[in-house]
């Protein structure tokens, strides 16, 4: 597959309401959403090619113990969280509770990236690269596509505690590698839909340059596997739990009809911690101690 024949799509909201839907018979509505009204043999259609493609319900899985990524998916899913428009990923929770977290900046509303009164916002960035509103709003650059953040009252999609800890890096950050099987995992759509994942394997340098021209080793990964809407920001999972990647982009084999891409991308976690280390480094010794003090 050339790169002209590959539709590239950050993994925001799109076709949120058809992911909806297409599980609809299966959960409950809420009382406070609209129920919709989509012929069953539409959502049969639908439901078949999200289980083609691989995206599985967090939540069937947990409740199979027999299934071969219950063990994996346990061990996740309390990471995760919803975040603005998209997912997060918390890292740790700080001795007074508040979530350390990334998630992609795309999936933040502009505001919240560069608000100059963070405290008014329920999610606080810590650091960000600089994006210009115009990249936000056209496409934002993809090794520039994450943010480091406090979540003052995140509570994860599925409740757990998350371990405290603060280390010289972020926590439970580890390389990904060429070849490596990998877990993703977001919160694609909405009410008690929450977690959705699929289970890929992270392509060579040589096969990503197939599906993006610009891939850079050393800041990106692509693997071949499958997301939706809203799980930008999600996680990229080692099988010893070891937070690798962050979701960012879809990438569809050109499929006019495609809900579910074929390739997933995103920024290397060992990227977003090299940054966030950097920008810290270079902070003025009394407001490195105020962050410091701020996440422990």
């Not at 740790?92 to 979530?99: D, K, S």
């Not at 960000?128 to 509570?155: C, H, M």
């Not at 505690?161 to 877990?183: D, F, N």
């Amino acid at each position: 597959m050339t790169a002209a024949k590959v539709r590239v799509v950050r993994l925001i909201p799109f076709l949120t309401l058809s992911l909806a839907a297409a599980f609809l018979a299966q959960v409950p509505t809420p009382a406070n959403e609209p129920a919709f009204r989509i012929d069953r043999s539409v959502l049969e259609d639908l439901g078949a090619r999200f289980d083609r493609k691989g995206l599985r319900s967090v939540a069937a899985v947990l409740a199979a113990p027999e299934h071969p990524d219950h063990d994996w998916v346990r061990g996740i899913h309390q990471r995760l969280l919803d975040v603005g428009q998209g997912s997060g990923v918390i890292l740790y929770r700080t001795q007074r509770g508040t979530a350390v977290l990334v998630t992609a900046a795309h999936a933040l509303p502009y505001e919240v990236l560069r608000s100059a009164k963070p405290a008014q916002q329920p999610i606080r960035v810590l650091f960000a690269p600089p994006i210009t509103s115009q990249e936000y709003e056209q496409e934002v650059p993809r090794d520039k596509d994450f943010a480091v953040a406090l979540a003052e009252n995140g509570e994860p999609t599925a409740r757990g505690r998350i371990r405290h800890a603060v280390e010289a890096g972020l926590p439970g950050v580890a390389s990904i590698q060429p070849g490596q099987e990998v877990l993703l995992m977001g919160a694609p759509v909405i009410g008690n839909l929450s977690l959705m994942y699929s289970v890929g394997r992270v392509l060579s340098a040589a096969e990503a340059r197939q599906h993006d021209a610009q891939y850079d080793a050393d800041r990106q990964f692509i693997v071949q596997a499958s997301a939706a809407g809203r799980m930008s920001g999600g996680g990229v999972f080692a099988r010893d739990g070891s937070y690798v990647g962050v979701i960012t982009t879809g990438y569809f084999g050109g499929h006019p009809k495609a809900l579910v891409s074929d390739y997933v991308g995103g920024v290397r976690a060992t990227w977003v911690e090299k940054r966030f280390l950097a920008y810290l480094a270079g902070l003025p010794e009394a407001q490195r101690q105020a962050l410091a003090d701020l996440l422990r």
